[in-house]
């Protein structure tokens, strides 16, 4: 079983906060990189943010920086999305995915590995 499992979602009004959780398994290398991804209703799957197993590098969206923050917990293969200051707009499926291709890259196409995603519903 290789592919992560994410848990955290739910509803929260505008302004307050949600961490999800991820636990990856399987093999995982220092230089594995852990990512977020988000989707909402008729859009396509947009990079959030990522970091590397060993913590030497991470990565933000612009619309998501500053409010959002990633950790790892390595003792336990976990790894968390911190989230702040939510807007309606940020009202999508969050995916937590795994890619053994450095440096950290922004496409989707370069995540091998998929959890099944969490719904976090923002409202107004």
């Known amino acids: 079983q290789v592919q992560p499992v994410e848990s955290g979602g739910g509803l929260v009004q505008a302004g307050g906060s949600l961490r999800l959780s991820c636990t990856a398994s399987g093999l995982i290398f220092s230089s594995s990189i852990m990512g977020w991804f988000r989707q909402a209703p008729g859009k396509e799957r947009e990079f959030v943010a990522a970091t590397r197993w060993d913590g030497s590098s991470t990565y933000y969206a612009e619309s998501v920086k500053g409010r959002f923050a990633i950790s790892r917990d390595n003792a336990k293969n976990m790894f968390y999305l911190q989230m702040h200051s939510l807007k309606p707009e940020d009202t999508a499926v969050y995916y937590c995915?795994?890619?053994?291709?450095?440096?950290?890259?922004?496409?989707?196409?370069?995540?091998?590995?998929w959890g099944q995603g969490t719904q976090v519903t923002v409202s107004s």
């Open positions: 995915a795994r890619s053994d291709i450095n440096p950290i890259g922004t496409s989707p196409a370069r995540y091998h590995y």
